[in-house]
T-cell receptor, first 117, second 112 residues
């Protein structure tokens, strides 16, 4: 089935530092890829997505490029802020037991990002 | 758009008791999902509805778990004969299209 591996945290950076959170995946075919974020005390929300190889998803200064050669979807941001402190999850479609399309998601374990002023 | 709501937000129960959680999706969303999240892990897919039809269940959804979505609106997740291993955050999400899911705040279950 589909699976995703992301770097473990916590990741602690100073404000304005460059951020990379690694994510690699195993999947059948070329599924859409997602990054979700969970801010303290809030529910999960979609940060960005890419639907095909070489696509770049972007939002709120974050970017991730769908690399099929390396089966990766690393999250990057050029200059992090304290408000970016959150848990970040890489995700891809769930592999259905039925063998058909499935609308659920498979998530990585999450990476806790801490930004210090 | 009032977002996805879940009730209750917290539930403490004794082992062996039955519990039921409710999820109210965003009103026009026809897809509804249940996930379970334990500490330090990402959400794990449990089941998925399109309108009132339950289209997929994961292996995690044992016989003690049942989910319904009558009339394609709200959904309930029932756990019978709870076990300590059922302690987790239960998340509900809804969507119009499969690639953008909107998550609720979750129900935290503690089984004593």
């Amino acid at each position: 089935g589909n699976s995703v591996t992301q770097m473990e945290g916590p990741v602690t950076l100073s404000e304005e530092a460059f951020l990379t959170i690694n994510c690699t995946y195993t999947a059948t075919g070329y599924p859409s890829l997602f990054w979700y974020v969970q801010y303290p005390g809030e529910g999960l929300q979609l940060l960005l997505k890419a639907t095909k190889a070489d696509d770049k998803g972007s939002n709120k200064g974050f970017e991730a490029t769908y690399r099929k050669e390396t089966t990766s979807f690393h999250l990057e941001k050029g200059s992090v802020q304290v408000s970016d402190s959150a848990v970040y999850f890489c995700a891809l479609p769930y592999f259905a037991l039925s063998g058909g399309g499935a609308d659920g998601l498979t998530f990585g374990k999450g990476t806790h990002l801490i930004i210090q002023p | 758009d009032t977002g996805v709501s879940q009730d209750p937000r917290h539930k403490i129960t004794k082992r062996g008791q039955n519990v039921t959680f409710r999820c109210d999706p965003i009103s026009e969303h026809n897809r509804l999902y249940w996930y379970r999240q334990t500490l330090g892990q990402g959400p794990e897919f449990l089941t998925y509805f399109q309108n009132e039809a339950q289209l997929e269940k994961s292996r995690l959804l044992s016989d003690r778990f049942s989910a319904e979505r009558p009339k394609g609106s709200f959904s309930t997740l029932e756990i019978q004969r709870t076990e300590q291993g059922d302690s987790a955050m239960y998340l509900c999400a809804s969507s119009l299209a499969p690639d953008t899911q909107y998550f609720g705040p979750g129900t935290r279950l503690t089984v004593l």
